[in-house]
């Protein structure tokens, strides 16, 4: 089994357990590898590389939910003013998103330690979330080539150019994002 049907396998399991909280995506293993350092960094990190990271990458960047799901949290520990690392995220995940002790918690802590374990050093977080915009665009440039087509295939042809508007626009805003944040 590779690394990536693992992560499926016990990304389901966790999922099974509560709801879909830590249910894993398809995702590249860069993309995956640098939305790992991401987080690692962002839990593991000094405050001023916590607000800037938080300022490049949206929580929507992330394809791997567990990482979609503790950069919103760190995003609003942050708002609220609260420290942040590990052991305050999992307690405010407790309190605030009700993720009962056992196994589901467990599962998020042992991710989260796994996440700071893949970061290189805080300091490169910048270059790392540069990397997850640029994934999170070409993600987004797919699905638009994927909805047009389908479009193409078998809707209306008045409703056709509508569609390749609204997509090109969404990826044109998610191509400039990119704007030499991953170089």
């Given at each position: 089994m590779t690394l990536p049907e693992k992560r499926r396998a016990a990304a389901g399991e966790a999922a099974a357990l509560r709801g879909d909280l830590l249910a894993g995506d398809q995702f590249d293993?860069?993309?995956g590898a640098a939305e790992a350092a991401v987080v690692g960094?962002?839990?593991f990190a000094a405050t001023e590389i916590q607000d800037l990271v938080l300022k490049l990458v949206t929580d929507t960047d992330f394809a791997e939910p567990r990482s979609r799901f503790v950069i919103g949290?760190?995003?609003q520990?942050?708002?609220e003013g609260l420290p942040v690392d590990a052991l305050t995220v999992i307690g405010y995940v407790a309190r605030h998103a009700r993720l009962e002790a056992g196994k589901?918690?467990?599962a998020l802590a042992t991710w989260l330690h796994e996440t700071i374990d893949a970061a290189p050093v805080p300091a490169s977080a910048a270059y790392y979330a540069g990397m997850v915009v640029e994934a999170a665009a070409r993600r987004r440039a797919v699905e638009a080539a994927q909805r047009i087509a389908a479009?193409?295939?078998?809707g209306p042809l008045a409703d056709l150019q509508t569609i390749v508007s609204d997509e090109l626009a969404a990826?044109?805003?998610a191509v400039a994002r990119v704007g030499g944040q991953h170089v």
């Open positions: 293993s860069t993309s960094a962002v839990v949290v760190v995003r520990m942050r708002a589901p918690r467990v479009a193409a295939e078998g990826v044109t805003a």
